[in-house]
């Protein structure tokens, strides 16, 4: 940073910058060439100045810690500015050849073009999470602060809105099927919920969040989530319990929804489709009173389908996500989120032959079978600064889970060999969750370097319990099924009658230290306690397990000029583990399992609309479960298990023009079982592929006959995998074939969108069973917005 700006900084005037004797002359569509990297926000704004001689009027302490990803391209003035600023969160006014910043009350900002040809703008908010296009530039996610996603020291991707509507992914799984280091139909297409690995660890358990505040889980007690109320998804890899507390070591996924905003919005959605699909669907958003003090959202969407498994068995849902915004000045902002969905599956239980051969015969019953489920949740995210240096932030949300499961499944075969025995469970599970996390954020310098210190207490408890019968169903016969045979449930046995209460509190620092702009190193430390009791209502049992864990990381990571940044980092996590040892052992609670990961990676960002991540990781879980050798009977276990992988992950994201966005993602996960007492020492755990790959684009039309026309093709590639602990049995690597067309004028958008467009028949074993991929889907949607 020069000395001048230095100067400035520190004594924190009204400062003006302009040099129009050296500017550039726009073309004549009003386009200048711009080449600014990405860099501190006040220089960027410098070069801008140079660059076009337009003045600039800020007070620079409000510049202080802002970095902008750059601008490089053809752009208009208000174009270059709005990638200069992305994700900075402040406000601006272009008004002739003048940008104010911070005047969020001018009655100039009409918006209009006036007398003297200047563009007089409304006030302009630009954040960093709701970025358009693919290439996010923020996140809060990474480090639970408003950072460039260059800066966070760990790989982090970002799923746009705008990628989930291209790609007409209907469930997070489909949303996420692109990404670099998560693996998607571990199980085939389940619609009960959304099954996935990320780094080759289990994500739906322990990784699942909203909004930033994790939603717990229990059994087959799992938040499902409604696709259309995305803002966005991100994905943060490896150990992050310095943030988030108890969690798998592969790292989150956090569903962030659609809020109000100042922008009006009114979007109305209608899809039919395969398997009898007619979904309909609204989005409404904006400010309630004319100063734009209180704002509002609404969104909804009704489902009928039919069951991609079976036509007898339903895919319905309803949704609805009302949430209102209260910011009484610039400083303060208040917004409560509510949401309610239900919905009635199928289940993809397929019969599986004793020498593993996949069928497509359906075990189940499906005049019988269902999955009901509802969810409601109602919270409020609420911040504040009270000036330069300190704001405070709190998230706080309680939701409930209802479960109603009814299903029938093979059991053993007759020995004619096409008989199958079969039995039914139904299934009560009812879980109830409260989640708060305080944050108090401070920015502030210290010599030659700046700080953004991070200080949080979390809590998090849940209640849970889970309640089966079960019983003797129908026969089968495999080769000739007859559906719609009675079901009786007069005689059952209750085979599981359990309950659970987790309660965590963690406490957590991170400092962000930047020095001259170009060093970042990043410190997070942070202590929980878990508290965890077990009732087992059958056999009478009661089980405490009280953990407690301190997990870190560090990262250090260089800027430079050009959008380079290496960096590596160290980072740990832990996770509760359920159970005791033996009764020889002293029936002892086992301990958590703990995740240490070293990474070393670069994040390039050639331009503000494009990133592209390398990172390779070396990732441990230990404290895991294995075979107790002392043990005269099965199924008792120590924890003297491990398992390690060591991996490559390349993704790049990018807006290449207005016209064309691309991602592209490859993953290598060389992942073994270390330690066991299981024969499986040297093994890959099952469901892993070694290899993945995909590649997406989407292109549209800009002017000429047809303009507004566009298409979007892509090919996802997953390697093989191992259906046991052993290694015997694999599933040969599979490719996808996804693609779409669409057309949009005038706010009318119409698309349709093909899922395996080639119909290709995937099956997936493990544990011998076998569940098959999905099958071409056709869906097209029909938007209206104005």
């Not at 400010?287 to 489902?303: A, H, M, Q, W």
């Not at 700046?450 to 089968?476: C, E, T, W």
């Not at 957590?508 to 009732?535: E, F, N, P, S, V």
């Not at 879980?621 to 120590?638: A, E, H, K, M």
Request: hydrophobic fraction near 30%.
């Amino acid at each position: 940073m020069t000395g001048v700006v230095a100067v400035l900084l520190a004594s924190a005037p009204i400062f003006s910058a302009t040099n129009a004797q050296s500017a550039s002359v726009p073309g004549n569509d009003g386009r200048i060439s711009f080449d600014i990297g990405a860099q501190p926000l006040s220089d960027a704004l410098l070069l801008f100045s140079r660059k076009t001689g337009v003045q600039l009027f800020f007070n620079a302490d409000g510049l202080r810690g802002k970095r902008s990803a750059g601008a490089r391209g053809s752009f208009t003035r208000n174009e270059a500015l709005a990638q200069l600023f992305s994700g900075s969160g402040l406000r601006y006014r272009l008004s002739g050849n003048t940008v104010t910043l911070g005047d969020a009350s001018s009655s100039a900002n009409t918006g209009v073009v006036g007398a003297d040809g200047s563009i007089l703008l409304e006030t302009i908010t630009i954040g960093g999470q709701n970025s358009s296009g693919y290439a996010a530039s923020n996140t809060t996610t990474g480090s639970k602060t408003d950072t460039p996603l260059i800066e966070v020291p760990q790989s982090i991707s970002v799923v746009t809105k705008e990628q989930i509507r291209d790609q007409g992914a209907q469930n997070v799984v489909e949303a996420l099927r692109y990404t670099a280091g998560v693996t998607t139909g571990i199980f085939g297409e389940d619609p009960r919920f959304d099954q996935l690995t990320m780094r080759g660890f289990n994500s739906h358990f322990y990784g699942d969040y909203k909004n930033g505040l994790r939603q717990p889980t229990s059994v087959f007690s799992i938040f499902k989530t409604e696709t259309y109320g995305l803002e966005r998804i991100d994905v943060l890899k490896g150990p992050s319990s310095v943030l988030y507390g108890q969690g798998t070591p592969g790292g989150i996924i956090d569903r962030v929804t659609k809020k109000p905003t100042e922008e009006v919005i009114r979007e109305i959605q209608g899809q039919v489709g395969s398997n009898n699909r007619f979904q309909g669907a609204f989005d409404f958003s904006g400010p309630i009173d004319s100063n734009k003090e209180f704002l509002y959202r609404l969104t909804g969407v009704v489902r009928d389908a039919d069951s991609y498994q079976h036509s007898d068995m339903p895919d319905d849902g309803r949704y609805i996500a009302p949430s209102v915004t209260w910011q009484p000045d610039e400083e303060t902002k208040l917004t409560i989120l509510g949401d309610y969905l239900e919905d009635e599956v199928g289940w993809n239980f397929d019969y599986t032959r004793p020498d593993g051969t996949p069928t497509h015969t359906f075990a189940g019953e499906p005049s019988f079978d269902r999955y009901k489920q509802k969810q409601y949740s109602v919270g409020y995210e609420l911040e504040h600064r009270f000036n330069d240096v300190w704001q405070v932030k709190q998230k706080l949300r309680w939701a409930s889970l209802d479960l109603d499961a009814k299903y029938v499944y093979q059991f053993r075969l007759h020995d004619d060999g096409h008989t199958i025995d079969r039995v039914w469970d139904i299934r009560n599970d009812k879980l109830d969750s409260f989640n708060v996390d305080n944050q108090a954020i401070a920015e502030f310098d210290v010599g030659a370097t700046g700080h953004k210190m991070l200080f949080g207490l979390d809590y998090q408890y849940m209640d849970a319990n889970s309640r089966v019968i079960s019983g003797y169903g129908p026969p089968l016969d495999v080769d000739d099924p007859i559906y719609g045979q009675p079901v009786d449930t007069s005689v059952f046995i209750e085979s599981e009658n359990t309950s659970q209460k987790v309660n965590q509190t963690g406490i957590y620092i991170q400092d962000q230290i930047k020095y001259q702009d170009r060093w970042l190193l990043t410190l997070g430390g942070r202590y929980d306690w878990a508290d965890t009791q077990t009732h087992n209502q059958l056999a009478l049992t009661r089980t405490d397990t009280n953990d407690s864990a301190f997990t870190g990381r560090i990262g250090l990571t260089y800027l430079s000029e050009i959008g380079l940044a290496p960096y590596v980092s160290y980072s740990t996590s832990f996770q509760p583990q359920p159970g005791t040892t033996s009764s020889a052992r002293g029936s002892k609670p086992f301990e958590a399992t703990e995740g240490e990961q070293y990474e070393v990676g670069v994040k390039y960002e050639p331009t503000a609309n494009s990133l592209v991540t390398l990172s390779v990781f070396d990732l441990t879980q230990s404290n895991v479960l294995t075979d107790d050798p002392d043990s005269p009977v099965g199924g008792v276990n120590i924890q003297t298990g491990e398992v390690r992988v060591r991996g490559v992950e390349l993704e790049g994201t990018a807006d290449l023009t207005d016209s064309l966005r691309l991602r592209a993602s490859y993953t290598y996960l060389d992942m073994e079982v270390t330690k066991s007492n299981n024969d499986d020492v040297g093994k890959r755990p099952i469901s892993v592929p070694e290899h993945q790959a995909s590649l997406w684009g989407d292109y549209t039309i800009k002017n000429g006959a047809f303009d507004g026309l566009g298409f979007g093709a892509g090919v996802r590639l997953t390697g093989s995998t191992f259906a046991d602990n052993q290694n015997t049995v694999k599933n040969d690597s599979s490719a996808f074939v996804d693609a779409s067309i669409h057309f949009e004028r005038d706010g009318t958008r119409l698309a349709i969108n093909a899922s395996n467009l080639f119909d290709k028949q995937v099956a997936t074993c493990s544990f011998g069973s076998c569940y098959w991929q999905q099958g071409r889907t056709i869906i097209g949607t029909l938007t209206r917005r104005w």
